[in-house]
């Protein structure tokens, strides 16, 4: 199917060309003329502007908008409102808070459009691995869309189904899920970050408390110079803890075991901080989730060789660099 995807920086590009790839038609739209340019040289259809973009889409009009969560993918939507037509569908497949969902989508419905929100993971490797999908719609909006769905997500990618759910079957095992209504897609991704930011402070606490093992005091009985990318390494295979965070810290600390290209300000996203107000919001114990994230805020005025780990880690997964440090505090 053809549609138009607006934004195309890290995430946005690479979704482009899985869809050319998949036999989708691509309407390109960026406020960067020479990342259109580009794009269209990979067999994308340019445009000179939003409303250009959706000039060039057969109706019903199917327009994905991959920008930054905030003012920027406000501005989209509110300018989607006025070129979009009944039955038109428009798919924030951004960071975006889902409460922000629930009010862009009743604008829109106003107007006869339809909303869909998609939680998007799977970072700067999704071009080749594919993209997890988190999907919050209508049904009839999901069905229409489904078709893109299908050709982003990962599909088995060789991963047998959990033996409980044998001859269940589902798109959940594909990669990709209709959550819920409006909303439910970036909730559930908001909680998929969240507890990604407790994993991360998991393993770069371990690793941290190892790699301080080399200078406990003498007065303890024991000290140990551990090679922690030899353990990282080892912990890849067999081990309970195995994750594709733990294959980003592996060759992070086998380049660099000190990690220097790291200063350890670790920024949050905005998810993490979403998760706990919903904890709060739920009366839900959220412990560990809300250590992680207040550690994140410490960590960009003192920083750990833990929190270089958890740098590594972002930029393993996303793309993610980190902020210059501010004066004083690096």
Known sequence: MKLAMVGLGRMGANMSRRLLRGGHSVVASDRSDAAVAGLAGEGAQASTSLADAVAKLPVPRVVWVMVPAGPATEAVFQELAGLLSPGD?????GN?????????????????????????????????RGYCLMIGAETDAFDVVEP??????????????????????GSAE??????????????????????????????????????????????????YDFNLADIAELWRRGSVVTSWL?????????????????????????EGRWTVEAAVDQAV?????????????RSRQDHTFGEKILSAMRRGFGGHVEPPSEPGKG
């Open 89 to 93: 569908i428009a798919i924030d497949g």
């Open 96 to 128: 975006s808070n889902f409460k922000d969902d629930i009010r862009r989508a009743a604008m829109l419905a106003a107007k006869g459009i339809r909303f869909v929100d998609v939680g998007t993971s799977g970072g700067v490797w999704g071009l080749e």
């Open 148 to 169: 893109i769905l299908r050709t982003l997500a990962p599909g088995g990618s060789g991963i047998a189904p959990s033996p409980g759910r044998q001859g269940r079957g």
């Open 174 to 223: 594909q990669g990709y899920l209709h959550c819920g209504g409006v909303g439910a897609g970036h909730f559930v991704k908001m909680i998929h970050n969240g507890i990604e930011y407790g994993l991360m402070q998991a393993y770069a606490e371990g690793f941290d408390i190892m790699r301080s093992a080399a200078t406990t005091p003498s007065s303890l009985g024991y000290r």
């Open 246 to 270: 733990l294959d980003l810290t592996a060759d992070a600390l086998a380049r660099d075991a000190t990690l220097s290209e790291y200063s350890g300000v670790v920024q949050d996203s905005g």
């Open 285 to 297: 114990p959220a412990e560990v989730l809300t250590a992680a994230l207040f550690t994140r805020f």
